[in-house]
């Protein structure tokens, strides 16, 4: 286990007990064969570790003296309020929590992200010394790879695959799957990011990783029928999502978003159990869909 594992599990443990003494946390440590060989989590060990999470995420593990010494997150809004952050220590506490039942391999069930591993390593090390990287691209449809260099802006995770945003050597700013990267080779040349990039407000009225520069957001109202309401609750479809209104039977929520092709595919998977009721050039597009759809099932 590295020493990231090692604090991510601690970090996870005291969010999860809320309080939590130095005692009660090496029983917890001791226990798991896998993280600790069945050792105990000293204080000195567990110092050092407060230490390294406040210089390396800035969690601040504090100690509640009063009643007992208990430790706790006092700063548990930098962790909330942080979407990668966050993101990277429940990943990594989901991937302690496996690390402990491994026994249960042939129970536990998990997607492939593909290309994650390969290039993503490469294109980070690319993007913190801004440097351009050379990269060769096979777009499915074709049949061999372009090389070309583009300024790597971002990374972003979406439905299972890992996607880099950057300017290429035409000066369109484009976004590229690493699954259909087949070679990533970082440059001496750098690049300057545009100061006023912000990977959150490019991506903030996407759905997914369609940029719709010729697709305006607006306003979109969807309704949920049946228990698919709950999945809309529990998962919003984007950030913007509000509940308009509960009807029982269904519930009516407003997006506002560009209306692209990764959009009409993500309401295309669940069918009838969601309808959309504006705009009217949304719920045109859809119709069109489910005529092609009927036309492909109609002779069975």
């Known amino acids: 286990m590295n020493q990231l594992q090692k604090y991510t599990w601690l970090i996870d443990t005291i969010r999860r007990a809320g309080k939590i003494s130095h005692k009660d946390l090496s029983d917890r440590w001791q226990r798991n064969k896998e993280l600790s060989d069945y050792k105990p989590l000293h ?102 790879g372009y090389n070309f260099p583009i300024d790597p802006y971002c990374v972003r995770l979406f439905d299972n695959r890992w996607y880099v945003l950057g300017r290429n050597n035409r000066n369109e700013v484009r976004i590229y799957g690493l699954d259909r990267l087949e070679k990533v080779e970082v440059s001496d040349e750098t690049f300057k990011l545009p100061k006023d990039f912000d990977a959150d407000n490019y991506f903030a009225t996407a759905f997914g990783i369609v940029i719709g520069y010729d697709v305006k957001p607006e306003r979109i109202v969807i309704r949920a029928n049946g228990n698919h309401k709950y999945f809309l609750k529990s998962l919003p479809l984007h950030h913007s999502q509000q509940l308009i209104e509960d ?45 092609e759809l009927y036309e492909l099932y109609k002779n069975d």
């Open 247 to 291: 009807c029982g039977e269904y519930a009516d929520f407003e997006l506002y978003l560009s209306p692209t092709y990764d959009l009409v595919m993500k309401l295309l998977q669940v069918g009838s159990m969601v309808e959309v009721i504006s705009p009217a050039s949304l719920r045109k597009e859809m119709k069109g869909w489910v005529s």
């Open 43 to 144: 204080r000195a060990t567990f110092n050092r570790w407060r230490d390294a999470i406040f210089s390396q995420f800035g969690i601040i593990i504090d100690c509640q003296k009063t009643g007992g010494y208990l430790y706790y997150i006092a700063n548990p809004e930098d962790i909330d309020e942080d979407k990668l952050k966050k993101w990277m220590l429940d990943s990594f506490a989901v991937g302690n929590i496996i690390g402990e039942n491994l026994s249960l391999k042939g129970r536990i069930l998990v997607d492939e992200i593909p290309s994650g591993r390969e290039h993503l390593t490469t294109l980070l090390q690319a993007m913190k010394e801004n440097r351009k990287v050379d990269i060769t691209y096979r777009p499915f449809w074709k049949s061999h």
